[in-house]
């Protein structure tokens, strides 16, 4: 469970994020969408606390981030994975290596951190290319392999922010494949950043909605399957043809 309370942040004289209180359940997939600048990225990044908030204070599970020392916190942060636009992946590191990454930062042994990541790997279906480095893999793939990268400290709570952006409408099925079997089977809450509607609408069970800093509405979903296609796209092309006689 998440628990914001009265959270705020500004950046010199900017309110990215005007006091907001927001509680995000276990196990949800929740959604947080609104225009670009309306301080989504800001509110997911408070939730790890990569975003200190001015004011106001953030729970994970029965840690208060906000009351923890910088050491305590990081042993907090081992719980909660999160994965970006952009997967930021070390390019020299094999996939494996990527993946081994957060294990090595908490001192796990060799033998087992080797066995850790073939299970991370084999749950986002790319045991096979654990000796490949990022640039020989797709946009999908490289995304896999960050969340794989996530999950290796088996966290309770996964925070994506933006995480199908970058992604074509195939390789975006693959993502949110792997984030619903992530809800399905590890019992870890998900937070998604998204202005993708067909994201939202596929996976999440809840949604927040932020405009301007402020958090204007919050809501549970029927999430409706993962409809993200190109002939979707194709057909709303169609609808604007300009027919030629
Ligand atoms: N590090 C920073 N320094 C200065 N201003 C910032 C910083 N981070 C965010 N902002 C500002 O805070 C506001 C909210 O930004 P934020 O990135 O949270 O919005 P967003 O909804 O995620 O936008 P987008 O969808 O475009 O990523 C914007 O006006 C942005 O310019």
Do not use: W
């Amino acid at each position: 469970m998440i628990e914001l309370r009265e959270v705020e942040k500004s950046f010199q004289d900017v309110r990215a994020v005007h006091p907001l209180s927001l509680t995000i359940t276990k196990g949800q997939i929740h959604g947080i969408v609104g225009t670009s600048g309306a301080g989504k990225s800001t509110l997911i990044r408070m939730m790890n606390l990569l975003e200190k908030p001015d004011k106001g204070s953030v729970r994970v599970g029965d840690k208060i981030l906000t009351s923890l020392s910088e050491q305590a916190l990081r042993k907090a942060r081992q719980s909660i994975g999160m994965v970006f636009q952009q997967f930021q992946l070390v390019l020299n590191r094999t996939v494996a290596e990527n993946v081994a990454m957060p294990l090595e930062l908490v001192g796990l042994p060799k033998k087992e951190r080797k066995k850790r990541v073939s299970e991370c790997l084999q749950f986002v279906g790319l045991l096979d290319k654990e000796r490949a480095y990022p640039s020989q893999l797709s946009g999908g793939q490289k995304q896999r392999v960050a969340i794989a990268r996530a999950l290796a400290n088996n966290p309770s709570v996964l925070l994506c922010d933006e995480p199908t952006s970058s992604l074509d409408p195939k390789t975006t099925i693959e993502v949110l494949q792997v984030l619903l079997h992530i809800q399905k089977t590890l019992d870890v809450t998900i937070v998604i950043v998204t202005h993708e509607m067909d994201v939202v609408k596929s996976i999440c069970d809840h949604v927040s909605i932020m405009k301007d800093g402020k958090l204007i509405d919050s809501f549970p979903i029927q999430p409706q399957g993962i409809q993200v296609n190109e002939d979707h796209y194709i057909e709303d092309l169609r609808k604007i043809a300009v027919v030629h006689t």
